[in-house]
């Protein structure tokens, strides 16, 4: 027994020795190996061989990340794979320094279960330890899996410590020489990215490529940068590029992005739902899921804040105090190109909106510089006077001009050389084709800005003919069809009609008849006459058509007779700006003890026909069609609903702006057997008119999906807690009757949540 024992101990010395050897050949490979991946692969291949498992895994630590981190090879490619530093036995194993052996690893609470999970590996057991190169702080750790015949044992943890003690000198050189390497990659790149965004004037071609280097610096899954508007106190971004950019804004106190911009502090939130600062609702409205926000200010050259970077859901874990280094840096060097673009967009705004101005004015304008030499014309005066900016730029006014307009340069010349102003009316002007006509006429001197005297410019207005029947017929129609009517001339206004796609906007006051009857027949007429002098002014505003008044209702179209791209946000808007104005006039009827109006406003966008419509003797141009009448019938479901405001979702798909708006319902209308999915537009409410909007918004919302899976006990509780947010909710109590109505008589199975309308 003694001979055996001692046998017994030589072989394990022999085995001991032969590791030891083995070892000392492996940090003699290692030294030769050329690259970090090949390290990985030869170390790996070693240790699951020598302690015959089926795989092995060594991960290194990123103290600037707080993660452990591997490589594996794809192909001729490899990708890195980073875990959080305490995740898992890994990360027990290097938190704590300590090695560990778990035969039995879905019984350890250390396990991560939900890596198998992913990956459909069955982990049985394991072997970690930490890998230590200087000091009693783990540089990483090396873990391998599945023993092959057995258990893991003492011995194989003294093999693979002996593994990771001598190969821990070269893994440490090497992690260190790639990070320096990958932070010189990182500093060529920010620097020539700076070069390339600082280059840049276009605001919204500046503001993408700002936000996609964000996301891709902070490996993050969204980005937005804000700027402020000193104007306005709002802080603004632009989503797209080019002619199809537009603006999303918000007050510069707002959101966690406005207390960052005010605070001048930065905000670093690694779970969002659990921080009182963020606000859910916006993801509810959105459908995306936020679970980590980090948001730092812009400083510009002299330290002022003029804007925030906010980066949303870290991809593998929370934003870290690296990321918030990183993006400050990044910001404050391209700070400067940001105040640029933006001085540069706002110029450009300036240049445009008056360039613009000039090109939709009606009348005329013609400038000459200091030397009579005519230096700009606008499209009105080129079709007034009849003259070419092409051909005549450039030229003396008295050459552009024909011989019997001389009076005229000799009045410019004289406003130039006095700097005072002249008023012509009805003035005959010779245009350039030889015809005549009867104009307005303004000369104003052009003064710069130091006081230098730099031309003049004539301001003509037309008071032709055509100009004062266009006048007077604008008074009994809407301006736009005028013009149409008078372009076509005699005889081309025909009967008849086209098809074309319009939003069309019905109003009504409520309980007319009761405020009738309570005023009597002049007061009647004189509350419409200021009614309607408000809400046309809203529709013409909004670039919409009147079609008709019918009683105390209105009929409006948007996109007709001309077709318009943004018909359907220029009827939401009118709709918004005339209950905005209507409560403004109720607050000053209530003031003389006047009764209030309410009223109701219904959208929908269609492919109408529109045309003129009557006899030869008497024509009216108005809309027909089932969109005109499902307009109608939005309005009348107003009183349904308790709202004020229902659009369509054939509206709603049109909109390009950003509205607050709320789904009602999918009606089917009378006389109909489609659903139509309509909205509430909120826009015009404050706190005072709706209370706790948001959370009833929210309820509503979460209810209106458990109704439509005819989860009706669950869509209850949902409304009554809008209802308890706010009492007078009339849609919440309108479903909470429905509930109890098909809890009664439950909808059949192919049911989709539709209500069919008995009313008109």
């Not at 003509?460 to 007077?472: A, G, L, N, W």
Request: net charge negative.
């Amino acid at each position: 027994m003694k001979a055996s024992g001692k046998n017994v101990s030589n072989r394990k010395k022999r085995e001991k020795d032969n590791v030891s050897e083995k070892t000392r050949d492996i940090a003699s490979d290692l030294s030769r190996l050329g690259s970090f991946d090949e390290i990985l692969e030869y170390l790996i291949t070693y240790v699951t061989q020598t302690l015959e498992a089926e795989r092995g895994s060594l991960f290194l630590h990123d103290p600037a990340a707080h993660q452990l981190y591997t490589r594996v090879a794809l192909g001729n490619l490899s990708r890195e794979i980073r875990i959080d530093e305490q995740s898992g036995i890994a990360g027990w194993v290097f938190m704590n320094a300590e090695a560990t052996i778990v035969n039995s690893p879905y019984k350890d609470e250390r396990f991560n279960k939900e890596v198998d999970e992913r990956t459909g590996y069955q982990t049985k057991s394991l072997i970690c330890v930490p890998i230590f190169s200087t000091g009693d702080i783990p540089i990483g750790v090396l873990q391998v899996l599945n023993k092959q015949t057995g258990r893991f044992t003492k011995a194989d943890l003294a093999k693979i410590e002996l593994v990771a003690s001598q190969c821990a000198s070269t893994l440490n050189t090497y992690a260190l020489t790639e990070r320096m390497e990958a932070q010189k990659r990182r500093e060529a790149e920010f620097m020539e990215l700076v070069s390339k965004l600082t280059t840049e004037l276009d605001l919204s071609r500046l503001l993408n490529h700002v936000v996609d280097a964000a996301t891709d610096m902070l490996g993050c899954e969204r980005a937005t940068v804000f700027l402020n508007d000193e104007k306005t106190d709002e802080l603004f971004s632009m989503v797209g590029a080019g002619l199809g950019a537009f603006e999303i804004r918000l007050p510069n106190n707002a959101g966690i992005s406005g207390a960052v911009f005010q605070s001048g502090e930065n905000v670093n939130i690694p779970h969002a739902y659990a921080d009182l600062r963020f606000n859910p609702s916006f993801d509810k409205q959105t459908g995306f899921f936020t679970r980590s926000v980090l948001c730092v200010p812009i400083l510009n050259k002299e330290g002022k804040r003029i804007g925030v970077t906010q980066a949303l859901n870290k991809i593998g874990g929370p934003f870290t105090e690296e990321d918030e280094h990183r993006i400050q840096a990044f910001t404050a060097q391209i700070s400067v190109g940001l105040e640029n673009a933006k001085m540069f967009n706002d110029m450009q705004a300036v240049k445009n909106y008056n360039e613009a101005m000039l090109h939709s004015m009606s009348n005329g304008v013609i400038t000459v510089d200091e030397d009579g030499n005519l230096k700009s014309i606008n499209t009105s005066a080129e079709k007034i006077v009849k003259i070419s900016s092409e051909e005549n730029l450039g030229k003396p006014l008295s050459d552009v001009l024909d011989e019997q307009n001389s009076w005229l340069v000799d009045q410019v010349n004289k406003v130039r050389e006095t700097g005072e102003t002249e008023n012509l009316e009805d003035a005959d002007l010779i245009t350039g084709d030889g015809s005549q006509v009867s104009a307005n006429i303004a000369l104003q001197p052009m003064i710069s800005g130091e006081g230098e005297n730099i031309g003049a410019l004539i301001l003509v207005e037309d008071i032709s003919s055509e100009k004062r029947v266009r006048s007077t017929m604008s008074r009994y129609m809407d301006p736009q069809l005028a013009n149409q009517l008078l372009e076509e001339g005699d005889g081309q206004a025909m009967l008849g009609g086209k098809a074309a796609e319009a939003t069309v906007l019905f109003t009504d006051i409520r309980s007319f008849t009761t405020i009738a009857e309570a005023l009597g027949p002049q007061d009647t007429v004189s509350m419409l006459n200021e009614y309607f002098e408000i809400m046309v002014a809203c529709i013409t505003d909004a670039g919409g058509m009147l079609d008709k008044f019918i009683g105390d209702a209105m009929m409006a179209g948007f996109g007709v007779p001309l077709p318009s791209e943004d018909a359907a946000d220029a009827a939401v808007r009118s709709s918004i700006a005339m209950i905005s104005e209507l409560r403004k006039w109720n607050a000053d009827r209530l003031k003389t003890d006047k009764m209030p109006v309410g009223m109701g406003v219904g959208v929908n966008t269609d492919n109408v026909v529109t045309g003129n419509i009557g006899s030869s003797k008497r024509m009216d141009f108005t809309m027909i069609g089932d969109g005109v009448n499902l307009a109608a019938r939005l309005e009348g479901s107003c009183k349904t609903y308790g709202a004020q405001i229902i659009i369509s979702e054939f509206t709603q798909t049109k909109l390009k702006g950003i509205y607050a708006l709320r789904e009602l319902d999918r009606i089917v209308v009378k006389g109909k057997t489609e659903p139509v999915s309509i909205f509430e537009v909120l826009d015009f409410h404050d706190d005072e008119t709706f209370p706790a909007r948001m959370d009833v918004v929210g309820h509503f919302t979460e209810g209106l999906a458990h109704y439509r899976n005819t989860k009706f006990d669950d869509a209850t509780r949902s409304f009554k807690a809008a209802l308890d947010a706010n009492s007078e909710d009339v849609p919440s109590k309108l479903y909470i009757e429905r509930c109890e109505l098909f809890k009664k008589s439950p909808p059949p199975k192919d049911w989709s949540g539709e209500w069919v309308m008995t009313e008109k």
